[in-house]
């Protein structure tokens, strides 16, 4: 079954402890992509990924980093999490950066104290 | 600053009628638009899309209509069915670049 998956779902930390969230698919897709949800704001990009080891910045990038090692795997690190950072997050991921083929992780509800 | 906007945050509509979920955009430069639906707990999916050459897209009860020089379009859902109860994002797109979401509106359909 083609899906892409993120670990953890739920996660609730501290400020400033460092935390990574998890993406992988399995549709040998080259670009990977990461979203966060907020009230009245919709989805933002906040990184992207055109193949492994190409990364690039999206709209809502500060305080957030990525790495893209493998091909399936697109990991989402926050070295110091802070409260403004609390919020719904999607990976993504899709043979191009538009549309159709754009398959979405379920989410990860990240809530920082 | 939203390029695209989806001013209902909220529908509520009978079950058997139409629902009309509405955007506005305002880069000029989009040329190819998109719904997603999402339920709770799942990430959002591909609904149906439209290039900015045509007006008008249909897929079974659902169809985007694309009124460029209004910069607006809209998702009639006909009939509308419980399980049609989401949240709908419009999103858009300037030749092959990223997407730009909207911030959704939550469509309820009642029995």
């Known amino acids: 079954e083609a899906q892409v998956t993120q670990n953890p779902r739920y996660l609730i930390t501290v400020t400033g402890k460092k935390l990574t969230v998890t993406c992988s698919q399995n549709m040998n897709h080259e670009y990977m992509s990461w979203y966060r949800q907020d009230p009245g704001l919709g989805l933002r990009q906040i990184y992207y990924s055109m193949n492994v080891e190409v990364t690039d910045k999206g709209d809502v990038p500060e305080g957030y980093k990525v790495s893209r090692k493998e091909k399936r795997n697109f990991p989402l690190i926050l070295e110091s999490p802070s409260p403004n950072q609390t919020s719904l997050y999607f990976c993504?991921?899709?043979?191009?950066?538009?549309?159709?083929?754009?398959?979405f992780g379920p989410g990860t509800r990240l809530l920082v104290l | 600053d939203q390029q695209v906007k989806q001013n209902s945050p909220s529908l509520s509509v009978q079950e058997g009628r139409i629902s009309i979920l509405n955007c506005d955009y305002t880069?000029?430069?989009?040329?190819?638009f998109l719904w997603y639906k999402k339920y709770p707990a799942e990430g959002p999916t591909f609904l149906i899309s439209i290039s900015s050459i045509k007006d008008k897209n249909e897929d079974g009860r659902f169809t985007v209509f694309l009124n460029k020089s209004a910069k607006h379009l809209s998702l009639h859902i006909v009939p509308s069915q419980p399980g049609d109860s989401a949240v709908y994002f419009c999103?858009?797109?300037?030749?092959?670049?990223?997407?730009?979401f909207g911030a959704g509106t939550r469509l309820t359909v009642k029995p």
């Open positions: 993504a991921s899709s043979w191009d950066r538009v549309g159709e083929t754009q398959y």
């Open positions: 999103a858009a797109s300037a030749q092959g670049s990223d997407m730009r």
């Open positions: 880069n000029s430069m989009f040329d190819y």
